[in-house]
């Protein structure tokens, strides 16, 4: 039995990436943990239902013993069981507007270790355009290709989409357990190959919004790749009404994703309405995909510190261009997590110069994986 591993939930950020990523690693390699401090950044500290939710469901999936285990605790004890081979599925419902991507950032990675050919399927409830977190279209168009660079994949369907303070919306996803993941290599830019996008209202927002979003999204993406001698790829970001079925509350936002020549992929996302001391969505949006870009980053920010678990994870060594910006304190607090959990199987981040992006130097984040094994994995 493993000794138990003390985590301070105040780590860098000291918001709920410390708890998902402990959570998640604890189930795969059966480790105890204890984190305190939960959430110690944050206006009001302590698991928020999303975050209980999320404790739930890796306790289902690894028969784990909580305690501390409730809306505003600041203490957690978590002590894993195997992960659960007869069970095909997992369900987590929110009740509010929390962050359905959020769940699934905890649950995606012990779902592929699972030791099962069969895939498993994760039902979420929540929100799936929400304010602080990944939309749903980041997950299933940016990290989803992503993972697959890793020689992992998941199918999903969106059958309600759920928006702020309601949420109500509903995904399942259905994941293929593999053996092992593969190191990576993302560290040839390349150049645009095509933008595309969708720009959405929903209940009583007027159709208009979409358009605007649109609109300035695409203005936007254009004068600055002009502006900085890119050749501007054709660009397609439709522009609907969600059909009330489907969609639960009133809302509107954007989602875009970039892909190169060479494979990389950036996302961007914008809520509406905007308040007024805020660009519009659409610019927000953009600004997203063009930020990284520009400065030479292989990835966008968002999926630069929820790669790091599947860098981890991996067989080998990955590397990861993350241009002249360096690291963001979402990533260094993913690192921080993941080296205190697994640092006796020498795991270690590196961030190496290399190259050059205009006058500033570019940066390589390197790590060999540990090379988790799905031991019991039916061929």
């Known amino acids: 039995m493993s000794s138990v591993v003390k985590i301070d939930g105040s780590l860098g950020e000291g918001g709920g990436q410390v708890l998902r990523i402990a959570l998640s690693l604890s189930a795969l390699y059966g480790i105890p943990i204890e984190i305190n401090n939960i959430r110690a950044g944050r206006p009001k500290p302590g698991l928020a239902a999303q975050h209980l939710k999320g404790v739930e469901l890796v306790r289902d999936m690894c028969n784990a013993k909580v305690s501390g285990g409730y809306v505003g605790s600041t203490h957690l004890e978590f002590h894993p069981g195997p992960l659960n081979r007869p069970k095909h599925e997992f369900q987590a419902d929110t009740q509010t507007a929390g962050c359905i991507c959020l769940l699934a950032q905890v649950a995606l990675p012990c779902a592929l270790f699972i030791p099962q050919k069969e895939p498993v399927t994760l039902i979420l409830k929540g929100g799936t355009n929400v304010p602080m977190g990944p939309h749903i279209e980041y997950l299933t168009e940016v990290m989803r290709p992503i993972l697959n660079k890793f020689g992992a994949d998941f199918d999903f369907v969106v059958l309600k989409r759920g928006y702020y303070p309601k949420g109500g919306g509903e995904v399942h996803l259905r994941v293929t357990p593999v053996k092992n993941l593969n190191a990576v290599d993302?560290?040839?830019?390349?150049?645009?190959?095509?933008?595309?996008?969708?720009?959405?209202?929903?209940?009583c927002v007027h159709t208009n919004e979409a358009y605007k979003m649109s609109n300035d999204a695409k203005a936007l993406l254009t004068d600055e790749l002009t502006r900085n001698n890119i050749r501007v790829p054709p660009i397609n970001i439709e522009?609907?009404?969600?059909?009330?079925?489907?969609?639960?509350?009133?809302?509107?936002?954007?989602?875009?994703?970039?892909?190169?020549?060479?494979g990389c992929v950036f996302g961007g996302s914008g809520l509406g309405p905007a308040r007024q001391d805020e660009p519009p969505p659409g610019v927000i949006a953009a600004n997203q995909i063009l930020e990284p870009f520009l400065a030479g980053s292989c990835i966008d920010e968002h999926t630069q510190d929820q790669i790091i678990i599947f860098m981890a994870l991996a067989k080998g060594v990955s590397?990861?261009?993350?241009?002249?910006?360096?690291?963001?304190?979402?990533?260094?607090?993913?690192?921080?997590?993941?080296?205190?959990?697994?640092?006796?199987r020498?795991?270690?981040?590196?961030?190496?110069?290399?190259?050059?992006?205009?006058?500033?130097?570019?940066?390589?984040l390197e790590c060999e994986g540990c090379g988790l094994i799905n031991s019991n994995f039916v061929e």
């Open 319 to 344: 590397r990861v261009r993350v241009g002249s910006k360096k690291l963001t304190c979402h990533t260094e607090t993913a690192i921080q997590v993941a080296e205190i959990m697994l640092g006796n």
């Open 346 to 364: 020498g795991l270690h981040f590196n961030l190496l110069e290399s190259g050059s992006v205009g006058d500033s130097p570019s940066y390589i």
């Open 186 to 203: 993302i560290t040839d830019l390349g150049i645009p190959h095509g933008i595309s996008g969708w720009a959405y209202v929903a209940g």
């Open 239 to 262: 522009s609907y009404r969600e059909d009330r079925g489907i969609a639960v509350g009133n809302g509107s936002g954007i989602n875009i994703v970039c892909t190169t020549t060479t």
